[in-house]
């Protein structure tokens, strides 16, 4: 048996998301966001669910940092719901969602809990929408007054800012395949929103530091490495192309400056409109960057592989492997100059059971995690700088267009009652966060 442990610092945590978790979804003078209307429309989602409750997060918030506090969690990643505090993206603001915040930031202080706050967790709100949303200038501008909103209100507690979360989702899940609102099937749409959404991050990262000079400011983005399926030249040019084509979009503009060729390649006549001097405000200096890693693509000349022999998989359908992590993050370690890096997400959907003795037995999401803490560690070995680490999720949530159907928590959701069940996972995490260590 070997004792892998982390540094002294190391910043365990969980994340979670505000539509994901929030609940409340009209009220106390919030506005509608795009997946309100999105959940609302029938057919979008699984079981024709919704977050109007989700978690009811908003109402049950200090028992949720109780369970924080009980599992020994030092941070915790949240977003805000931007119509909850500007109903209409912006202009009047909503001082009840604004109070919400102030109150849960206050709880996580007191608990001794960093906040790690993310101002776009996908919810925009659905007035902005309906002016062109993320493919109007206009909202990326109005992204900027929302940041400087929130620092001034917030910036006194929480330093550590994130400004999107899992760009490429945004622009393409929501504008390309419609499978997340908005629900638009459109090239020229979703790489002009790509482009206003990394506008946007770069105006508020500088808005945010004018107003907060001590304030860590970053971005999430998820990355899949593209591996090849065999040995062959062939299926390592493929990776090679299919990395290129599909997972540097916002990497390269952050970290060097200019879009890839392959977003030329695959964008053709849909390329945005890029002004003068964006792409300087878009490479502005990171104080981090986070990673959400959840799999790969194993890839061979025929395209991406559906399943690959002997692999296990998740309720998502995403093969499990570890080792993968480590070489994506000594891989862009390598290939970009990139300031400290927290995993900002890491967990898998498992369809979990509450058994006979009234506990969660998840002992296949429990060693998902840890053999993606030991690669993480491995990585940090080789060089990573590597900061911290936040399980996606704290409870199980509203998983998108799935509805409330896949289980990623740390602690179980009943969605009837409402009742949270701390996982044998949640339990283990809170063994090595206690003694900061694990073993093999
Ligand atoms: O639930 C999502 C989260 O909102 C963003 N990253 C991936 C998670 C699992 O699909």
New binding site residues.
């Given amino acids: 048996m070997n004792i892998y442990k982390f540094p002294h610092n190391f910043l365990w945590g969980a994340a979670s998301?505000a539509y994901?978790i929030e609940g409340a979804w009209n009220e106390d003078g919030k506005g509608e966001s795009i997946w309100d209307r999105f959940s609302h429309t029938p057919g979008k989602i699984s079981d024709g669910q919704t977050g109007d409750v989700a978690c009811d997060h908003y109402h049950r918030y200090e028992e949720d940092i109780a369970l924080m506090r009980r599992l020994g969690l030092k941070a915790y990643r949240f977003s805000v719901s931007w119509p909850r505090v500007l109903p209409l993206g912006r202009g009047r603001v909503n001082p009840q969602g604004l109070d919400f915040y102030d109150r849960l930031v206050d709880a996580l202080c007191a608990a001794n809990i960093e906040p790690y706050l993310t101002l776009y967790?996908?919810d925009l709100p659905q007035a902005l929408q309906d002016e062109g949303g993320w493919t109007n200038r206009v909202t990326s501008h109005a992204f900027a007054d929302y940041a400087a909103l929130m620092v001034k209100r917030l910036g006194d507690r929480v330093r550590n800012w994130t400004t999107f979360?899992?760009p490429s989702?945004v622009a393409f899940n929501g504008n390309l395949f419609g499978e997340h609102a908005p629900g638009l099937q459109d090239p020229k749409t979703a790489y002009q929103a790509a482009h206003h959404l990394l506008l946007a991050h770069g105006l508020a990262a500088r808005t945010i530091r004018a107003a907060q000079p001590d304030a860590n400011v970053g971005i999430v983005l998820?990355l899949w490495p593209a591996e090849p399926e065999t040995d062959s030249a062939e299926d390592a040019s493929a990776a090679k192309a299919y990395w290129e084509k599909y997972e540097i979009h916002f990497l390269e503009p952050l970290f060097k400056g200019h879009y890839p060729l392959g977003a030329y390649e695959m964008a053709g006549e849909n390329m945005p409109v890029v002004k003068d001097g964006d792409l300087a405000l878009i490479a502005q200096k990171l104080d981090f960057v986070g990673i959400?890693f959840?799999s790969r693509s194993v890839v061979n000349a025929q395209g991406r592989v559906d399943s690959v022999p002997g692999s296990e998989y998740t309720e998502?359908g995403w093969e499990v492997c570890a080792p993968a992590m480590r070489r994506l993050l000594v891989k862009i370690n390598q290939e970009y100059k990139l300031p400290p890096i927290y995993i900002t997400?890491n967990?898998a959907?498992f369809a979990d059971e509450v058994s006979a003795d009234g506990k969660v037995h998840d002992p296949r999401r429990l060693d998902y995690l840890k053999q993606h803490f030991l690669q993480t560690r491995l990585a940090m070995q080789d060089g990573v700088d590597v900061r911290g680490y936040f399980v996606?999720?704290l409870t199980d949530?509203f998983?998108?267009a799935h509805g409330n159907t896949?289980r990623?928590g740390l602690i179980r959701m009943d969605y009837d009652t409402l009742q949270r069940t701390v996982k044998d996972s949640g339990e283990w995490y809170a063994e090595v966060i206690r003694t900061n260590q694990i073993q093999d």
Avoid: I, L, P, R
């Fill in positions: 998301a994901q967790h996908w979360n899992e989702v998820n959400n959840y998502m997400e967990g959907a996606w999720s949530n998983e998108w896949k990623f």
